[in-house]
């Protein structure tokens, strides 16, 4: 493994194409283009992925449909009302931009969004307990078709993660699996988000997404024709991701950073949607390992050159710290 080189200032987002996997000496390329994607900027844009275009086709028209209803309709389903944080959530609910860890200081976001976790009957354990990202997900009863639909779509994601995590083990000198027993009833999150233009009255540094880590393991972004993600590199000047027909965006969270003992790179990306004049949608799903799961560095990321960075937590006390810089509280633990 390159271990520990000095990442470049990259100018562009990598695009890579995962239909080159096809044996075994493919897919040992194409982890090596992720080890270098991660290393230097922490994003990436994949191809070949396989899911489906009418599926993807289909997410945006309900993102479209979901966020036109009425607000007090969306509001009936805010977050708030789910023990796990699954629903609605309302233009500013959120502060994002956290790039000099002030987060509580700066403006909220101009976003409006909506979460939902794995499904499961309300009788399931884990439901039982409350746990964020499972279960008491709510629905919207003008769209009858959008639980099912949903569903559908965080399996697809779910495979896809499965997929990259493989790769990526593979970039870090490990075996193929070795995510796998991590991810076995894993924390996902398929979110929908809607950008306004940027209105004319909006306050200092206040834009769709502040500057901002993801928290998590991997971030699979499916986004529109509109455009407006930008990437800090190592530099510090911001890049454009801009919309690639038939891609994702897939960057790493500081979960993944922390897990890889910070040879990964959890890079701070925003969303200014002040150039199209509409609206933009977006539509982020956060994998993320179990949340009792023990995360401790990978096997080989702890030289003599590079000690030890983070101490070794579950994925829950990670992912809670978090969630209270931004929310100002944590989601219930799992017990």
Same mark, same amino acid.
């Given at each position: /493994?390159?271990?520990?080189?000095?990442?470049?200032?990259?100018?562009?987002?990598?695009?890579?194409?995962?239909?080159?996997?096809?044996?075994? !000496?493919?897919?040992?390329?194409? +982890?090596?283009?992720?080890?270098?994607?991660?290393?230097?900027?922490?994003?990436?844009?994949?191809?070949?992925?396989?899911?489906?275009?009418? %599926?993807?086709?289909?997410?945006?028209?309900?993102?479209? =449909?979901?966020?036109?209803?009425?607000?007090?309709?969306?509001?009936?389903?805010?977050?708030?009302? #789910?023990?796990?944080?699954?629903?609605?959530?309302?233009? @500013? @609910?959120?502060?994002?931009?956290?790039? *000099? *860890?002030? +987060?509580?200081?700066?403006?909220?976001?101009?976003?409006?969004?909506?979460?939902?976790?794995?499904?499961?009957?309300?009788?399931?354990?884990?439901?039982?307990?409350?746990?964020?990202?499972? @279960?008491?997900?709510?629905?919207?009863?003008?769209?009858?078709?959008?639980? !099912?639909?949903?569903?559908?779509?965080?399996?697809? /994601?779910?495979?896809?993660?499965?997929?990259?995590?493989?790769?990526?083990?593979?970039?870090?000198?490990?075996?193929?699996?070795?995510?796998?027993?991590?991810?076995?009833?894993?924390?996902?999150?398929?979110?929908?988000?809607?950008?306004?233009?940027?209105?004319?009255?909006?306050?200092? $540094?206040?834009?769709?997404?502040? +500057?901002?880590? *993801?928290?998590?393991?991997?971030?699979?972004?499916?986004?529109?024709?509109?455009?407006?993600?930008?990437?800090?590199?190592?530099?510090?000047?911001?890049?454009?991701?801009?919309?690639?027909?038939?891609?994702?965006?897939? $960057?790493?969270? *500081?979960?993944?950073?922390?897990?890889?003992?910070? %040879?990964?790179?959890?890079?701070?990306?925003?969303?200014?949607? $002040?150039?199209?004049?509409?609206?933009?949608?977006? =539509?982020?799903?956060?994998?993320?390992?179990?949340?009792? !799961? /023990?995360?401790?560095?990978?096997?080989?990321?702890?030289?003599?050159?590079?000690?030890?960075?983070?101490?070794?937590?579950?994925?829950?006390?990670?992912?809670?710290? /978090?969630?209270?810089? #931004?929310? @100002?509280?944590?989601?219930? =633990?799992? #017990?």
């Amino acid at each position: /493994m390159h271990l520990y080189e000095p990442p470049k200032a990259a100018k562009t987002i990598p695009l890579i194409d995962l239909a080159r996997a096809v044996d075994a !000496a493919g897919a040992q390329a194409v +982890a090596w283009d992720i080890h270098r994607a991660c290393r230097e900027t922490g994003f990436f844009y994949i191809t070949g992925h396989g899911v489906p275009a009418a %599926l993807m086709e289909r997410h945006f028209q309900f993102a479209k =449909a979901f966020f036109d209803l009425p607000h007090e309709r969306k509001m009936a389903i805010h977050m708030k009302k #789910s023990p796990t944080t699954a629903g609605y959530e309302p233009v @500013g @609910g959120q502060v994002l931009d956290s790039q *000099d *860890d002030k +987060a509580k200081a700066a403006p909220p976001d101009l976003k409006e969004s909506f979460y939902s976790g794995m499904e499961l009957p309300d009788d399931h354990p884990w439901a039982i307990k409350h746990i964020r990202n499972f @279960g008491h997900n709510q629905w919207p009863e003008e769209l009858p078709e959008f639980r !099912a639909h949903m569903i559908d779509y965080w399996a697809e /994601m779910r495979s896809l993660g499965d997929r990259l995590l493989a790769l990526l083990a593979l970039s870090l000198d490990l075996p193929a699996n070795w995510f796998g027993s991590f991810f076995d009833m894993p924390s996902g999150t398929a979110r929908l988000i809607k950008y306004p233009p940027q209105p004319e009255n909006a306050l200092f $540094n206040q834009i769709g997404a502040g +500057a901002h880590t *993801d928290w998590g393991g991997v971030t699979i972004l499916a986004q529109d024709a509109t455009g407006g993600l930008e990437v800090r590199n190592a530099d510090g000047d911001w890049i454009e991701a801009p919309p690639i027909d038939g891609s994702f965006v897939i $960057n790493l969270g *500081d979960l993944m950073a922390r897990w890889t003992n910070g %040879l990964y790179n959890s890079n701070f990306h925003r969303v200014k949607n $002040n150039r199209s004049g509409h609206d933009r949608y977006s =539509a982020p799903f956060f994998y993320s390992p179990r949340p009792d !799961a /023990m995360i401790d560095a990978v096997p080989g990321s702890i030289t003599a050159g590079h000690p030890r960075r983070f101490e070794a937590c579950t994925a829950y006390e990670h992912t809670a710290e /978090m969630f209270r810089r #931004s929310y @100002g509280y944590a989601p219930k =633990a799992v #017990s």
